[in-house]
């Protein structure tokens, strides 16, 4: 069920977005008088799902759900229609019209996913506000893991400041430390100020193992839930005990208790807890798993979290903020791509890490912020000066502006088969990486 409801979030996100970006060659087109002969969501190679005629566009669904198209006459796209461009061009064709409307039209997509993204950004902002984890509210400091440990940072540091930067907000601190390559982390630890250098290569190693969870609040272990049969409820321990040991090691957050109730894996233990002022040790069997049948409370029950609500207007120069703001992120986490250091071309996927960056069940809220994400994705890459992208013809059409000449038809021809072997080349790699990463696993 959890593998339907992210594939129905990616499906409709994507159709969304495929809708939109369209839609903007279509309307920009219309507006110059450009006839367009078809409007698809998704591929319809040999027949289509659905599809009808309105004056003289067909409008359909396509059976190939990779991403969609609008066929807009007279222009090299991917149906390769050389037959119409062997013929003389039309008033109502691309290729007649003046070259200031040919770019607007290319252009015309990636404008309105970047618009759609906005307008997203100040629906959620007006809708739910913007609730974060203040860097102040980290008061037991960090937890890390053995990755967090190779910068040198401990488990109860707090964290000062990145490259000299002070952090509003906490959670945002490990996507800060990678999409900037935060040389330098600042931290208090025993009262002191700490400088730590990054080590070289780490942050590409994070990026690798997809490891958001390096750094994280530290927080005490408290027993919120039981699980059927707990070992731990049998043998006497009660809901919102504090746990505070194991045997004889002292595990009072969370952190210390995950990262030594495995060695006690398939063996009994004396779990020391405090309940009210007291101590009590209850010896509980641990799984072969190493675990209890125990889960902590959730982290609003020990930090307090604050919270920015906005007005409709208010959302308005918040959301352009944002949406500015995602577009620098994204540019940076396509840097990294091409990073030497970080090899982040190696965890490059495709539809299934799309879809698994979804929730497992239906959250409004997160589907429509993951939404806008994918939408300044799109808009980004569709940029990119690759033939067969809206970005390559707008490469060609900022040269014919330049140099007064327009590419031949033959050259454009071949450019758009080159980028469309580029573009299935890295559609490949990119889903061969997820299959990779299915079978690894």
């Not at 809708?127 to 937890?143: F, M, R, T, V």
Request: hydrophobic share 45%.
């Amino acid at each position: 069920m959890e593998i339907l409801i992210k594939a129905a979030q990616l499906l409709l996100s994507l159709s969304i977005l495929v809708i939109v970006h369209e839609f903007g060659h279509f309307i920009t087109a219309k507006m110059f008088g450009t006839r367009v002969e078809k409007f698809y969501l998704f591929f319809d190679p040999w027949f289509s799902l659905f599809k009808f005629k309105k004056g003289e566009t067909e409008y359909g669904i396509g059976w190939l759900p990779l991403g969609g198209y609008v066929k807009i006459s007279g222009m090299m796209d991917e149906s390769m229609d050389k037959e119409q461009l062997a013929k003389p061009a039309e008033p109502w064709e691309f290729r007649s019209k003046k070259t200031w409307q040919r770019l607007i039209i290319m252009l015309g997509g990636v404008t309105l996913n970047v618009i759609l993204a906005f307008i997203i950004y100040i629906g959620m902002l007006w809708a739910w506000g913007e609730e974060y984890l203040p860097n102040s509210q980290a008061k037991y400091g960090i937890a890390v893991d053995s990755v967090g440990m190779q910068m040198g940072l401990k488990g109860g540091d707090k964290i000062l400041s990145l490259d000299g930067n002070a952090v509003e907000d906490f959670l945002k601190i490990p996507s800060q430390i990678i999409l900037n390559q935060v040389k330098t982390i600042s931290v208090e630890r025993d009262n002191k100020k700490v400088d730590l250098p990054v080590p070289s290569g780490l942050i590409g190693k994070i990026i690798k193992q997809k490891n958001s969870a390096f750094l994280m609040p530290r927080m005490p272990f408290y027993v919120g839930e039981f699980s059927k049969n707990s070992a731990s409820k049998i043998a006497g321990m009660h809901k919102d005990d504090r746990i505070i040991s194991l045997d004889t090691i002292k595990t009072p957050y969370f952190d210390q208790f995950r990262a030594n109730i495995k060695t006690f894996a398939g063996k009994s233990v004396k779990i020391g807890v405090l309940r009210g002022s007291d101590t009590v040790y209850c010896n509980t069997k641990v799984t072969t798993e190493g675990t209890i049948g125990v889960a902590n409370y959730a982290p609003i029950k020990y930090f307090t979290f604050s919270k920015h609500d906005y007005s409709f207007f208010q959302a308005i120069p918040a959301g352009f903020g944002r949406t500015i703001k995602g577009i620098d992120n994204y540019l940076k986490q396509l840097k990294l791509l091409f990073s030497k250091e970080t090899k982040a071309y190696e965890s490059v996927g495709g539809f299934i890490s799309i879809g698994n960056i979804f929730p497992s069940a239906w959250d409004w809220q997160s589907f429509w912020s993951l939404t806008a994400f994918l939408s300044i994705m799109l808009a980004i890459l569709n940029v990119l000066p690759i033939p067969a992208l809206d970005g390559g013809h707008v490469m060609f059409l900022l040269y014919e502006m330049i140099t007064g000449r327009k590419p031949s038809e033959k050259f454009m021809e071949y450019a758009q088969i080159v980028g469309m072997v580029l573009l299935l080349a890295l559609l490949v790699f990119a889903n061969g990486n997820d299959i990779f990463r299915l079978f690894k696993h």
